[in-house]
């Protein structure tokens, strides 16, 4: 049979038109790339709007009509943030809050996630269910109690304090997201470690750590980044200059009768900074880490 033959079809049967089924394709495909586009202009039109604001001159923030592009553009908002506030103070603040919060919180929620990932216990079940019941809690409920134990304790206005709530609040959160690391990791290489001397933590620290090493990285980004933004407790806890944070500082540009937008933006960007370069170093183990626990095999 030549190679021109026609190919005899079943009785009843009919040849679909491909030219219509690429022309479907293609106009799905740009409408997907449509509401993409749409939906990024939303989410980024934001974040363009704060930055604008910020490089306009204190004068013409509030200028009508509106300038989408600033037609004089103006450091003068970030130097009088950090010249007439003492904004590097809290910058520094959040930066030791949150990266001993977050180290501490990760640690303990390693340790808490290996035990209920390779051990079994009768309240096994509760805890876990306690961890899940505690994300569904707005912190804002506890602010009441939360602040008179506090002021209990004597750790009101106290970095230490607004340390320990915040470990306390993102340990549930990573013991849960660890939990699925380990148990994706086989036991063997554990039971081999053991076998060769290693202890049950000396087998967790130089061999399941290393392999968990994306999934670390990922709960300690989101623990750190969590305790960077978070905004109601700090503003409760934290009085003075000299120990209020970067959430708080925010909040304070907002006065009974005016708000400062230009040094509010410029805050707002140099706030943003640090957490965007955070997630753009650590982008590829933070992929990895979401997606590691997520099949068993």
């Keep these: 049979m030549s190679a021109t033959a026609q190919m005899v079809l079943p009785t009843g049967t009919r040849r679909r038109p491909v030219g219509n089924r690429k022309k479907k394709v293609s106009g799905l495909g740009i409408?997907?790339?449509?509401?993409?586009?749409?939906?990024?202009?939303?989410?980024?039109?934001?974040?363009?709007w704060i930055a604008l604001t910020s490089?306009?001159?204190?004068?013409?923030?509030?200028?009508?009509?509106i300038e989408y592009w600033p037609?004089?553009?103006?450091m003068q908002n970030y130097v009088n943030l950090f010249d007439t506030s003492s904004f590097g103070v809290f910058l520094a603040n959040s930066a030791i809050v949150a990266l001993v919060a977050g180290v501490t919180s990760t640690f303990i929620a390693l340790l808490s996630a290996f035990v209920?990932?390779?051990?079994?216990?009768?309240?096994?079940?509760?805890?876990?269910?306690?961890?899940?019941?505690?994300?569904?809690?707005?912190?804002?409920?506890?602010?009441?109690?939360?602040?008179?134990?506090?002021a209990d304790l004597g750790l009101v206005d106290n970095k230490f304090g607004l340390i320990l709530v915040y470990v306390a609040i993102c340990i549930p959160f990573s013991t849960v997201?660890?939990?699925?690391?380990?148990?994706?990791?086989?036991?063997?290489?554990?039971?081999?470690?053991?076998?060769d001397g290693c202890s049950r933590l000396g087998a967790l620290f130089r061999v399941l750590v290393p392999v968990m090493t994306p999934g670390i990285i990922a709960a300690f980004i989101f623990n750190f980044v969590n305790c960077w933004n978070e905004l109601f407790l700090s503003v409760v806890l934290m009085h003075s200059e000299e120990n209020r944070t970067v959430p708080a500082a925010l909040n304070?540009?907002?006065?009974?009768?005016?708000?400062?937008?230009?040094?509010?933006?410029?805050?707002?960007?140099v706030t943003i900074l640090p957490t965007m370069v955070l997630f753009a170093l650590a982008s590829k183990w933070i992929v990895q880490g979401l997606t590691a626990g997520a099949v068993k095999e």
Excluded: C, H
Excluded at 71 to 74: A, D, V
Excluded at 121 to 150: C, D, E, H
């Design 55 to 65: 490089f306009k001159a204190p004068a013409t923030v509030n200028v009508y009509p």
């Design 116 to 150: 209920i990932a390779r051990f079994e216990f009768r309240s096994k079940g509760a805890v876990l269910i306690a961890f899940l019941l505690t994300q569904m809690i707005p912190a804002f409920i506890a602010l009441g109690p939360l602040y008179s134990m506090m």
């Design 252 to 269: 304070g540009f907002i006065s009974t009768f005016n708000v400062d937008w230009g040094s509010m933006s410029a805050a707002a960007v």
């Design 177 to 195: 997201m660890l939990r699925g690391f380990f148990e994706n990791v086989p036991v063997a290489l554990e039971e081999a470690a053991m076998i």
């Design 31 to 48: 409408l997907r790339f449509v509401g993409l586009a749409v939906w990024l202009l939303i989410t980024l039109f934001p974040l363009y």
């Design 71 to 74: 037609s004089q553009p103006s």
